[in-house]
C-alpha cells in the first residue's frame, strides 16, 4: 500500500516521489518493523544524510567510480556517528551519484517519500495488535 500510495501521488502530482531504495525500505518498516533500522529516525535521517552527503560530493568530485565508493561510505559514516543507520540509504547515495539530481532531490524525493512510507507504516503497522510502530521516534 506504501508504495502504492507513493506511486498514485507521484503521478497525481507530477513529483518524482518514488525511487528504487523505498523498496528495501518498504521491507524493513513493514516486514521487522521492530528493527531499529526500520524507525522513523533512521528511514528520514538515514535517507536525508546520505541524500546531502551524495549531492556534495557529486557537486565537489562528480559521478566517477572513485566519488561514488566515497558518496556510500560516507553516508554509512555519517549514518553511524548520528545513529541514523538505514540500509536502504546507501543505494540513496547511488541512485544521487548515478542520476545526477539537482538540490531539489532533498526534499522530493528523499524527504516527501520518506514521510509518505513512515506514515503508512505508522497506520498499517498500529492496526495489527501484535504491532506497534514505531518503537521510538527519535
Known sequence: MAI??????????NSPLLMAP???????IFGV?????AQPRNVIGGNLLAAIVSL????????SPLAMGMAVSSAIGIMQLT?????????????VMMTKPDWPFL???????????VLCAVIFNNLAQERTYPQHWF
Open 107 to 117: 526534499l522530493t524525493p528523499t524527504f516527501e517519500g520518506s514521510m509518505i512510507l
Open 22 to 28: 523505498f523498496g528495501a525500505t518498504s521491507v524493513l
Open 33 to 37: 518493523p521492530e528493527s531499529p533500522l
Open 4 to 13: 502504492t500510495a507513493t506511486s498514485y501521488l507521484a503521478v497525481k502530482t
Open 83 to 95: 545513529g541514523t543507520l538505514h540500509p536502504p540509504s546507501g543505494a540513496v547515495a547511488l541512485v
Open 56 to 63: 556534495i560530493i557529486l557537486h565537489f568530485l562528480g559521478s
